[in-house]
Structure formats: structure tokens, C-alpha cells
């Protein structure tokens, strides 16, 4: 089954605990992104990744880190979590990005910084 | 003022009814609309794209942009009960790798 996994789905922590999101998908996709969506805000995008070892920065990257060494993986990094990154977060997958491919959500990490 | 702007609702109707559901965008740039559905617990998935101005219909869903007024609306005709959920609009400049802007969402309710 196509799909894109997130680990974990619940995650408590305290401020400034190092932390990985893990993301994976089984569709040789190119393109990857992480997000975060917050009420009243919508869905924002933290960075994305074209391809392995080529990342770059979205709307709000502060406070996070990627890396994509292998094509199915993509992890979202908090070296120093704050109470201001509580929120839900989705990582997306696309062929390549384009318009007309569609972008598959995982099912999202729900974090909280205490 | 946000680039995309989308009624929170929720939006509650009856089964059987037709609703509208809108964005409206600030950025002209924009050529590319797409809605998404987000069920409870889930992440969105992608119910339609159009490119720049006109109508597209698929099944119970159409979706239709205005870029002189800079605002686009997905229709659903005989809203069902498993409708229920939130749909985000979004959007985005050109083809290939180009950001993404999603509208907050706007929750429905169909009620049976």
C-alpha cells in the first residue's frame, strides 16, 4: 500500500529535549516536505526536499533541521524544542512536485512542549 | 493580511444540501487551486486542482476559480453525511517545485 509513515503519532516532551519525527514513504517519491498546521494559521511549510541531499527552507524553519540521505526518508529534527513548536505536523510526499501529482500526507505527529 | 483567506466555520448543513465553500487570495501570481480534505485525525488529502480561471467538475464536486476577484470555490452537491470534515484550499505559483500556500480551513458538518 502507497503510503507515508510518521513516528510518532503522540510525542510529550519538555523544552529543550532533542528530538526526531521520523517520515517515510514507500513511492520512490523525489519530493518531500514537512509541515506544521496550527489553528487559525493553516498548514505551514518548515522545509522541503527536492531530492536526496537537497533541502531548503519554507515559511518557518526556525528551530528545526532536516536531512534526506536516502529517498524514503525524510526526519524533521528539534535540537532544542520550545513551547512555541507545540502543534501538529505533517510530512507530504509528491513525485516531483508538480501540480498535477498528487501530495500524500502521513496521518501527522502531534507534539507537545512543555 | 494573510496571502490566503478562509472561513473557519463550521459550516453545519443538512444532508442532501448544496454548499459552497470559498477562498479568496491577495497574490495575483497564483495559477494553480487546489482543495484538499481533511478528515478528524488525519492528514489532508487532494480533492481537486484546477488551472487558473474556469470550472472543473468531478462527480458531487466542482471546483470553480475567479481570478479577477482573486477567489475560488469548491461546490458539493448532495452533501453527504461522510463529508464531515475540514477542506483547506491552496496554491501556488508554477508547476514543478513551487510552495505551496494553504488557506486555514473551513470545517463542515452534514448532519443525517
Known amino acids: 500500500e502507497a503510503q507515508v509513515t510518521q513516528n510518532p503519532r503522540y510525542l510529550i516532551t519538555v523544552t529543550g529535549k532533542k528530538l526526531t519525527v521520523t517520515c517515510s514513504q514507500n513511492m520512490n517519491h523525489e519530493y518531500m516536505s514537512w509541515y506544521r498546521q496550527d489553528p487559525g494559521l493553516g498548514l505551514r511549510q518548515i522545509y522541503y526536499?527536492?531530492?536526496?541531499?537537497?533541502?531548503d527552507k519554507g515559511d518557518v524553519p526556525e528551530g528545526y533541521k532536516v536531512s534526506r540521505k536516502e529517498k524514503r526518508n525524510f526526519p524533521l529534527i528539534l535540537e532544542s524544542p520550545s513551547p512555541n513548536q507545540t502543534s501538529l505536523y505533517f510530512c507530504a510526499s509528491s513525485l516531483s512536485g508538480g501540480i498535477q501529482e498528487t501530495q500524500y500526507f502521513g496521518p501527522g505527529t502531534r507534539l507537545l512542549v512543555l | 493580511q494573510k496571502e490566503v483567506e478562509q472561513d473557519p466555520g463550521p459550516l453545519s448543513v443538512p444532508e442532501g444540501a448544496i454548499v459552497s465553500l470559498n477562498c479568496t487570495y491577495s497574490n495575483s501570481a497564483f495559477q494553480y487551486f487546489m482543495w484538499y480534505r481533511q478528515y478528524s485525525r488525519k492528514g489532508p488529502e487532494l480533492l481537486m486542482y484546477t488551472y487558473s480561471s474556469g470550472n472543473k467538475e468531478d462527480g458531487r464536486f466542482t471546483a470553480q476559480v475567479d481570478k479577477s476577484s482573486k477567489y475560488i470555490s469548491l461546490f458539493i452537491r448532495d452533501s453527504q453525511p461522510s463529508d464531515s470534515a475540514t477542506y483547506l484550499c491552496a496554491m501556488k505559483k508554477g508547476t514543478g517545485f513551487q510552495k505551496l500556500v494553504f488557506g486555514t480551513g473551513t470545517r463542515l458538518l452534514v448532519s443525517p
Open positions: 526536499s527536492m531530492n536526496v541531499e537537497v533541502t
